[in-house]
């Protein structure tokens, strides 16, 4: 079974610039979440999409968003990019049937703000 | 109070010998603990889940939960040099949100 997919793997953007990461979580996964991960504040909770609808959020500023497709694919979007966003974007898929139901990662987006 | 504590580290430990990580949480209606392993430059994987008073083992670790004290402990016995990673902890709240903790880097020795 392929695992979660995300690209692009590198983005070098300049501040004020918006950017989209994909991800294709694996197949049958309904949930997909979004991290970010900075070597100061370890991996922050951005949201959690299930069935096309935003499940959870994080405590980040509304520039930040994203949506789910019905095929479970989902998208997240940064706004007028500060250099603060520079960090790697994870995205975890999961069944999300239980609650113990465990997140499986992709290898992330390298965003750099420049 | 943080929502998921860990020490950061480093933890060193002699290769062959028990790598003991704590992590506390502050959440009382948390549900369920997840033990996640990270290399750097890679993504984290899971290396195994508790959501039982009590300890659990699958292989060489083994998760302990103690929700009175709301303390997760991962141990790894017999070390090996390939256990060294970033390990994190990650809880799943009353409200289904799944928060990790900052990691705890741990080397071990030859």
């Known amino acids: 079974k392929a695992g979660v997919t995300q690209t692009p793997r590198y983005l070098i953007k300049t501040r004020g610039q918006q950017v989209t990461l994909s991800c294709s979580p694996i197949?049958?996964?309904?949930?997909v979440s979004w991290y970010q991960q900075t070597p100061g504040q370890g991996l922050q909770f951005l949201f959690e999409y299930f069935s096309e609808t935003q499940r959870n959020k994080g405590n980040f500023p509304g520039r930040f968003s994203g949506r789910q497709f019905s095929n479970s694919r989902s998208e997240m979007n940064v706004s007028t990019l500060e250099l603060g966003d520079s960090a790697l974007y994870l995205c975890?898929?999961?069944?999300?049937?239980?609650?113990?139901?465990?997140?499986?990662f992709g290898n992330g987006t390298r965003l750099t703000v420049t | 109070q943080k929502e998921v504590e860990q020490n950061s580290g480093p933890l060193s430990v002699p290769e062959g010998a028990i790598a003991s990580l704590n992590c506390t949480y502050s959440d009382r209606g948390s549900q369920s603990f997840f033990w996640y392993r990270q290399y750097s430059g890679k993504s984290p994987e899971l290396i195994m889940f508790i959501y039982s008073n009590g300890d659990k083992e699958d292989g060489r670790f083994t998760a302990q939960l103690n929700k009175a004290s709301q303390y997760v402990s991962l141990l790894i016995r017999d070390s090996q040099p390939s256990d060294s990673a970033t390990y994190l902890c990650?809880?799943?709240?009353?409200?289904?949100?799944?928060?990790f903790g900052t990691g705890t880097r741990l080397t071990i020795i030859p």
């Open positions: 197949s049958g996964h309904r949930s």
């Open positions: 975890a898929s999961s069944y999300r049937d239980t609650y113990n139901s465990p997140l499986h």
């Open positions: 990650a809880v799943m709240s009353g409200n289904e949100k799944l928060t």
